[in-house]
T-cell receptor
Framework: GENVEQHPSTLSVQEGDSAVIKCTYSDSASNYFPWYKQELGKRPQLIIDIRSNVGEKKDQRIAVTLNKTAKHFSLHITETQPEDSAVYFCAAPMDTGRRALTFGSGTRLQVQP | DAGITQSPRYKITETGRQVTLMCHQTWSHSYMFWYRQDLGHGLRLIYYSAAADITDKGEVPDGYVVSRSKTENFPLTLESATRSQTSVYFC?????????????FGSGTRLTVV
């Protein structure tokens, strides 16, 4: 099955700076990579995703890039704001037989005002 | 989203007791999932269901039982609760038409086993 590793576990940036979170995956057949944001005490919510037929996807201040050769994908947040402070999770399909996601261990992002 | 609800929000139970966590969705989504969230481990899949009466194990199924007699409900039962099952439990659903990985999570149940 798929193994997803996420780094760093914590990230602190100044407001206005950029933040980058990286995930690696093991199964070269994986074809879908979502990112979830979880604010304190809340449920995880999908913020952006990318499929393996594209290398980059943007949505305002957030973007995801995918490198299939190296088997890693990254979340980029530009012009960070205090409301970006949360835990971010990457994920990938667990395996071809089970239609479920396996998640990374999470990155706690803190944006300092 | 009000479309997927979990109950209770908080539960304290004693070691050895049976406890059931409820999950209800109003969209008629085919797929439903149970994850547990523990510090340092992210979200780990316990069980999932592709449709009514179809369930399958995830990464950490031991000590848990699920059923899905109706599409909208997916209860999770801890047969004999242990302290290691203290966790936050999230239910999620997704629909095949939009993509089986388009999860919507419930608000979670914080379970403490004492």
């Amino acid at each position: 099955g798929e193994n997803v590793e996420q780094h760093p576990s914590t990230l602190s940036v100044q407001e206005g700076d950029s933040a980058v979170i990286k995930c690696t995956y093991s199964d070269s057949a994986s074809n879908y990579f979502p990112w979830y944001k979880q604010e304190l005490g809340k449920r995880p919510q999908l913020i952006i995703d990318i499929r393996s037929n594209v290398g980059e996807k943007k949505d305002q201040r957030i973007a995801v890039t995918l490198n299939k050769t190296a088997k890693h994908f990254s979340l980029h947040i530009t012009e960070t704001q205090p409301e970006d402070s949360a835990v971010y999770f990457c994920a990938a399909p667990m395996d071809t037989g089970r239609r479920a996601l396996t998640f990374g261990s999470g990155t706690r992002l803190q944006v300092q005002p | 989203d009000a479309g997927i609800t979990q109950s209770p929000r908080y539960k304290i139970t004693e070691t050895g007791r049976q406890v059931t966590l409820m999950c209800h969705q109003t969209w008629s989504h085919s797929y439903m999932f149970w994850y547990r969230q523990d510090l340092g481990h992210g979200l780990r899949l316990i069980y999932y269901s592709a449709a009514a009466d179809i369930t399958d194990k995830g990464e950490v199924p031991d000590g848990y039982v699920v059923s899905r007699s109706k599409t909208e409900n997916f209860p999770l039962t801890l047969e004999s609760a242990t302290r290691s099952q203290t966790s936050v439990y999230f239910c999620a659903s997704s629909e095949t038409e939009r993509g089986i990985y388009g999860y919507t999570f419930g608000s979670g149940t914080r379970l403490t086993v004492v």
